[in-house]
């Protein structure tokens, strides 16, 4: 089993920026990837970004180009900062993990080979 705790969430402006971390701890040799997703209210769940140990980083499209993904290897930790932050990237930011996958290029986006979820941080937006 893996575990994930997530930190960092909160309350930011319109154009801010904010950073939300996660620890994983446990069987971590079952891990080729670690990332977050976002669910608003009413929404599906939606890639932010993942980063595996191997390959590219994906970032969801909504929010390319605002966001940055780094992994501590070391620390088993993920972070992500987020800048020009909009009302829409409200939400509830997961954490994730898992053996990763490869093939199809949407497989992050359908979140397929990530296995373990954190139960999640809180990011609310103000206009």
């Known amino acids: 089993q893996v575990q994930l705790v997530e930190s960092g969430g909160g309350l930011v402006q319109a154009g801010g920026s904010l950073r939300v971390s996660c620890v994983a701890t446990g069987n971590m040799w079952v891990i080729n990837a670690l990332g977050w997703y976002r669910q608003a209210a009413g929404k599906d769940r939606e890639l932010v970004a993942v980063?595996?140990?191997?390959?590219?980083?994906r970032y969801g499209n909504s929010v390319k180009g605002r966001v940055t993904i780094s992994r501590d290897f070391a620390k088993n930790t993920v972070s992500l900062v987020m800048n020009s932050l909009k009302p829409e990237d409200a939400g509830i930011y997961y954490c994730?993990?898992?053996?990763?996958?490869?093939?199809?290029?949407?497989?992050?986006?359908?979140?397929?080979?990530?296995?373990?979820w954190g139960r999640g941080t809180q990011i609310t937006v103000s206009s």
């Open positions: 980063q595996p140990d191997r390959g590219a980083t």
């Open positions: 994730a993990a898992g053996r990763g996958c490869t093939g199809a290029a949407d497989c992050y986006e359908r979140s397929i080979g990530m296995e373990y």
